[in-house]
């Protein structure tokens, strides 16, 4: 505040919600997160709003649900190594950066017995982040709001639309299940269309896989000792 700061986004994750109670979920649902990830960004919400309360900074926390996808231009999107995004794991892996994916419990109360997540285009996600901005400057209130499509994919889904758009039929295994893993997590998300005039572009599971793909092989491509190339 001392530096005129009255402005402020901040990325948070559908992980504050733990186990959900229903779904999808809504901001306004319990928060009970069961993971240090969820639990920090938690605690960051709340001194956000003691912020607002005490000094009158207005804020929008935006809930990232799962992000996924690459920018369709090609120009950047995540390099890390050893990520562990399901989605980025099922390209390198149909690409032969990895020997096989795992899939973390098949007896979940879905439909397929594999976790269900809300997958968000990356580039949808940056533009809720203009709209956000733009929501304050023209004096919106503070407010928090979920970032997702509003319906799910489940884990095998999400591999078969892989080995579809690749091509390429990778080697999956079946593993236990993770603690902590919800069985489903999907957003509503209709307070964000409506509160920031959201409107995503890219809400579509293939077009997600695509774009990732895309950026996966560029990365290959890229020669080490550039911006994203990652040594050997």
């Not at 229903?22 to 009970?32: A, F, I, N, S």
């Not at 390099?79 to 390209?91: D, E, F, G, P, Q």
């Not at 690409?95 to 096989?100: E, H, S, Y």
Request: with cysteine; aromatic share 8%.
């Amino acid at each position: 505040m001392k530096q005129g700061v009255r402005n402020f986004i901040f990325s948070s994750t559908a992980a504050v919600y733990g186990n959900p109670t229903r779904v999808p979920v809504r901001e306004g649902d319990p928060t009970l997160p069961t993971s240090p990830y969820g639990s920090s960004k938690l605690m960051t919400e709340i001194m956000l709003r003691d912020a607002s309360t005490a000094h009158g900074l207005r804020h929008v926390i935006l809930r990232y649900f799962n992000v996924a996808g690459a920018d369709p231009l090609g120009r950047t999107v995540q390099s890390t190594k050893a990520a562990t995004h399901l989605i980025k794991v099922a390209v390198e892996t149909a690409l032969g950066l990895r020997p096989k994916m795992d899939v973390f419990g098949t007896d979940y109360p879905t439909r397929d017995g594999t976790c269900i997540r809300d997958y968000i285009h990356v580039s949808d996600l940056v533009a809720a982040h203009a709209d956000a901005l733009l929501y304050l400057r023209r004096g919106g209130a503070s407010t928090t709001l979920n970032c997702g499509y509003g319906r799910g994919f489940s884990v095998l889904e999400v591999i078969e639309t892989v080995k579809r758009v690749s091509g390429v039929d990778f080697k999956v295994e079946f593993a236990a299940r993770r603690a902590g893993d919800p069985a489903r997590l999907v957003a509503a998300c209709d307070l964000a269309h409506s509160t920031l005039k959201w409107q995503p572009r890219f809400d579509d599971l293939r077009t997600i896989v695509t774009h990732a793909l895309a950026w996966e092989r560029k990365l290959q491509r890229l020669p080490v000792g550039s911006e994203f190339a990652d040594p050997p």
